[in-house]
């Protein structure tokens, strides 16, 4: 059991000066790269160690187990977990509830405290946690690293942030009266959380829930558990109380549904597909017996995210927002652009240079630090090419398209992008979370904001144009939660660029800014006459 079980054993630990995010690591330094692969060694001699829940604060095992493979090599196991199921739900419900008697009530100074530890460890273990999200998800050095990044981040971040709220005030002092605006906690929340940004998400939402008072069950993807896994370990090491995060890898259909249907939970805080997002959604709207409030869903889901290059953009420049976006961790972010408008007046010169550039890109062993690594597992490697066969009949392909097989049978696809595809289009309509790329032509500026609307989603898009105009005009009428003017529209940075989506890519619940916390927490308002 971890001795840190009172609000006293986190000692205080205020935030440094203005928020600053973390910087990237230049890989291209010799002393970094060296860094890098010392890590990779360091952590590969730790590969398939048993992990426990922990619930509590105790440590417990199950019969039913989750073993986490290094999508690169299938063969090698990154972590061996337990699998949590309903009667571990409870549990771990029970954990949380009484841990929230305290932890409530702790002060935020103290909250934030923690946060401010954990981000200092983090960030003394960069290259380390690089290297566990390069075996276990397939990330190459740059995209493990903006990953760390990220979640410092977001610690320091919601520690700012939670001080903030921790001073609130009305807006006005009512004659005669003291006022005041306190953001209270809700309760015991479900934490669920994705596999591919799986220490930033994880993180961001998980502590974004405890330093607002709440406590949470922590069910991380089962692609991904052991990096929540060590970052528990984090959270613990800074002097987090028992039962404040009960680690608990399950699956989703048993596990999951348990925690999200229980009538003790309070709020269900989930990033992934939109289909288990819905399904989250409806599970939680219906009242359970003895339950006594409505239940708070913040959900992050798909994208399906468009760059529209105009005319008079800059293509060299467009070209490479393009590929960066569209192929940047195989395609594997909600974020990803994987539908390129073009203006017809452009398009044949954008469809030879983006040929050209794609054909520079390398694929292969994160490890080696390559520019596509594999995809997460063996179901998205078929789905993957099998949207691909369905794009080899909805539109012109100009590159790649094939599995690229390796010794150790990783799960590789070449970068892959369609010319002439049709709005309409199953692969311009439907996420498929790989690296498929659609371009599609516009024969206007107008005729492009319409293709880049017309689909379910609104997560992030970006427009490339040297046009004032064009731009105020798109700021208005692109129907995203993320919009990017000449620049790439993946890579949201916290604090700068709040991250949530409109329609089916979820709740908007703008991650990384300054209405974030207001999600876990609910504003109770104290009047007292004088």
Known sequence: ???????????????????????????REPENARAMRAALARVATHLGREYDLIIGGRRHKTSDKIHSLNPARPAQIVGVHQKAAAAEAQMAMDA??????????????????????????????????????????????AEADADVGEAIDFLDFYAREALRLA????????????????????????VISPWNFPLAIMAGMTSAAIVSGNTVILKP?????TIAAKFVEVLEEAGMPDGVVNFCPGAGGTFGNAVVEHPRT??????????????INERAAHVQAGQIWIKRTILEMGGKDAILVCSDAEVDAAIAGVVASAFGFSGQKC?????????????????????????????GDPLQNKDLGPVISAASHRSILGYIETGKREGKLIAGGQPVATPEGG?????????????????????????????????SF???????????????????????????????????????????????????????????????????GPDYLYLFTQAKSIAEKL
């Open 1 to 27: 059991m971890n001795a840190a079980s009172t609000p006293a054993s986190v000692s205080p630990r205020a935030p440094r000066g203005a928020f600053v995010n973390e910087p990237f690591v230049d890989f």
């Open 96 to 141: 949380a509830l009484g841990a929230y008697a305290m932890w409530s009530r702790t002060p935020a100074e103290q909250r934030a405290s923690l946060l401010v530890r954990a981000a200092e460890i983090v960030r003394e273990r960069k290259f380390e946690f690089s290297a566990w999200l390069t075996y276990e998800v397939g990330k190459n050095w």
């Open 167 to 190: 001073v609130a005030t009305p807006p006005i002092q009512y004659p005669g009266e003291r006022d005041e605006l306190l953001y209270i906690p809700l309760g015991v929340g479900a």
């Open 221 to 225: 993807s089962s692609d991904a558990p």
């Open 266 to 279: 309070r709020f269900i805080a989930f990033t992934g597909s939109k289909a288990v997002g819905l399904q």
């Open 335 to 363: 974020s990803a652009c994987s539908r390129a408008i073009v203006e017809a007046p452009i398009y044949e010169l954008f469809l030879e240079r983006l040929r050209e550039k794609v054909a520079t890109l390398t694929v």
């Open 411 to 443: 799960y590789y696809i070449e970068p892959t992008v369609f010319a002439d595809v049709h709005p309409d289009a199953v692969i311009a309509q439907q996420e498929i979370f790989g690296p498929v790329l659609a371009v599609i032509k516009a024969g």
């Open 446 to 512: 107008e005729e492009g904001l319409a293709i880049a609307n017309h689909t379910e989603y609104g997560l992030t898009g970006a427009v490339y144009s040297s046009s004032r105009e064009r731009l105020d005009r798109a700021r208005h009428a692109f129907h995203v939660g993320n919009l990017y003017f000449n620049r790439k529209c993946t890579g949201a940075m916290v604090g700068a660029h709040p991250f949530g989506g409109f329609n089916m890519s979820g709740t908007d619940s703008k991650a990384g």
